[in-house]
């Protein structure tokens, strides 16, 4: 369970950043020096590939960083296709005349929305396809803030290639970033904001594997503004106060806590709070 607005949260994130200004500053000061030394360089990076490792701080991120965010909040807006509502923030998979909706509010690098999904995602897909109520999805990226990174923004951006191809292969394609064998840990590396890791874990849904447009939309960043968009959408609820926040209708599913409601962790507990509130 991930809390939007916990100090805790907040402090941690600051004193992240402050670690973090402080390797910036650190590795500026040995690029500086391995640059006044060119020759240097060379003989390090033939040596054991430091100067190198040193000069491109990227880290192996083929994500583009900060920089291309801060881009795409002036590009041009890109709906996906299988969205609806203004700008698209609109994302409903199911029977359209299903009498219920399923409100799914999720960060991808949330490790509490991984395990809901790891072990309620697949109920989730056979009630959708059974008709039982269709499901509506608002993604956020808050924890990009709190942990730092771009893993949760860049990852929604692929999910809106994934969607841009079909609604399946949108559900397939989170249950994959959701998984186990695939999701980060919430203290680990951010892979997330690697585009080839995110293209290595669409290469196990069939309908995105070897899909070059898919892949393409990926690289390029096609969806980055539209992900902005929905992360500013999900800001707007202000009473989700953490993730995963599971409602039913207006119903919101699972067990209190202090930080509100936590999500039903097993199939059959998630099934009976569904039916419960269906009933009213």
């Known amino acids: 369970m991930s809390n939007r607005n916990s100090q805790a949260n907040k402090q941690a994130a600051r004193e992240r950043l402050r670690v973090e200004r402080e390797r910036q500053k650190k590795k500026e000061k040995v690029r500086r020096q391995l640059t006044v030394g060119g020759a240097i360089v060379a003989v390090l990076a033939i040596a054991g590939g430091i100067g190198v490792a040193v000069a491109n701080s990227g880290g192996g991120d083929s994500g583009g960083g900060a920089d291309k965010w801060a881009k ?23 029977k359209k005349d299903a009498k219920h909706t399923l409100t799914l509010f999720e960060d991808a690098r949330c490790p509490g929305c991984a395990a809901f999904e790891q072990n309620v995602g697949e109920t989730v897909q056979k009630d959708i396809k059974a008709g039982k109520y269709k499901a509506s999805f608002h993604l956020g990226t808050f924890l990009d803030n709190n942990l730092q990174g771009t893993g949760s923004k860049n990852a929604l951006s692929a999910m809106g290639a994934a969607l841009n191809v079909s609604p399946d292969a949108f559900l397939k394609y989170k249950e994959a970033l959701f998984s186990k064998k695939y999701h980060p840990e919430e203290t680990g590396p951010d892979k997330f904001a690697d585009n080839d890791y995110l293209l290595k874990v669409a ?17 390029a960043g096609t969806y980055n503004r539209w992900a902005l968009e929905m992360s500013e959408n999900f800001n707007s609820f202000k009473d989700v106060k953490s993730t995963p926040t599971i409602k039913l209708d207006d119903t919101v599913l699972g067990t209190d806590s202090p930080n509100g409601k936590v999500a039903p962790s097993s199939p059959d507990a998630f099934t009976a709070d569904v039916d419960k509130a269906m009933k009213g």
């Open 72 to 94: 795409a909040a002036s590009a041009k807006l890109v709906q996906p296709a299988n969205t609806s509502g203004k700008n698209g923030l609109d994302i409903v998979v199911g």
């Open 203 to 219: 290469g196990t849904v069939p309908d995105l594997k070897g899909n070059a447009k898919f892949e393409s939309a990926v690289k």
